[in-house]
Nanobody, 121 residues
Framework: QAQLVESGGGLVQPGGSLRLSCVAS????????MGWYRQAPGKQRELVAD???????IYADSVKGRFTISRVPMSTTASLQMNSLKPEDTAVYYC???????????????WGQGTQVTVSS
């Protein structure tokens, strides 16, 4: 059994910053990618940022230069530093990870429950 838990969401004014954290727990053998997705009301879920086990990160064009994903090497935690936040960043942010856990034989996708980020004056 394994799970992902996000934290750090909240209400922030435009131009402000938030830092999200995602922690994977359980009997985990290995983690490949860890990343963040977001879903705004009436919108489909979209990739925000992703980081692989080598520390190589990718970002959606809409957040490049403002958001930074980080991960301690070989750790179960990923963070998303969000700066210069805009109202259009308002969404539920979900952690995603591809993990190999006990009682399984493959890497599988896991999702957190989401954390709300609201950017508003």
């Amino acid at each position: 059994q394994a799970q992902l838990v996000e934290s750090g969401g909240g209400l922030v004014q435009p131009g402000g910053s938030l830092r999200l954290s995602c922690v994977a727990s359980g009997s985990i053998f290995s983690i490949d990618h860890m990343g963040w997705y977001r879903q705004a009301p009436g919108k489909q879920r979209e990739l925000v940022a992703d980081i692989n086990s080598s520390g190589v990160a990718i970002y959606a064009d809409s957040v490049k230069g403002r958001f930074t994903i980080s991960r301690v090497p070989m750790s179960t935690t990923a963070s998303l530093q969000m700066n210069s936040l805009k109202p259009e960043d308002t969404a539920v942010y979900y952690c995603n990870a591809k993990m190999w856990v006990r009682n399984t034989t493959t890497f599988d996708d896991y999702w957190g429950q989401g954390t709300q980020v609201t950017v508003s004056s």
